[in-house]
């Protein structure tokens, strides 16, 4: 078996914990498919990315339709934008995270997340998005 494939057995194996689905929060969420330990990172990747901040003037020429993925898709407050350096070509799941009060996940500063409770199958991930971006969330 070749080494390529050997890392992504691993990855499967070690590093696949949620699937998407319908959300009984709002629209659609994110969900265990396994038990995911207190401490660890569900939505580990492969991909190497990270998110730059663009202000919201620098985003105002692009097409109509492009600012409205931005808008459904990146986390943005009254400062800016943040974009993944993967584009909107690519999918990640962090960006399907529903919104709780009582959250099971949060993101660390480094842009990674990590489980802050045992996680059952079937259970939705949630995160606070005031205490991650510091902002007054109204969709409790």
Do not use: W
Not at 81 to 96: E, R
Not at 107 to 115: L, P, R
């Amino acid at each position: 078996m070749s080494d390529l494939k050997k890392e992504i057995l691993d990855h499967l194996g070690q590093e696949v914990f949620c699937r998407l689905g319908a959300s009984p929060l709002h629209g659609v969420g994110v969900f265990a498919i396994r038990s995911i330990a207190k401490g660890s990172n569900p939505l580990k990747s492969r991909l190497k990315h990270r998110e730059i901040l663009f202000s919201h003037e620098e985003l105002k020429a692009l097409p109509p339709g492009v600012r409205k993925q931005i808008e459904m898709f990146c986390y943005y407050d009254d400062d800016g934008v943040l974009i993944s350096t993967m584009g909107l070509n690519t999918m990640d799941f962090a960006i399907y995270l529903n919104h709780s009060k009582q959250p099971n996940l949060r993101m660390n500063k480094d842009g990674s997340f990590e489980a802050l409770r045992r996680i059952k199958i079937g259970e939705e991930l949630t995160m606070d998005y005031d205490h991650s971006f510091d902002d007054e969330h109204h969709f409790d």
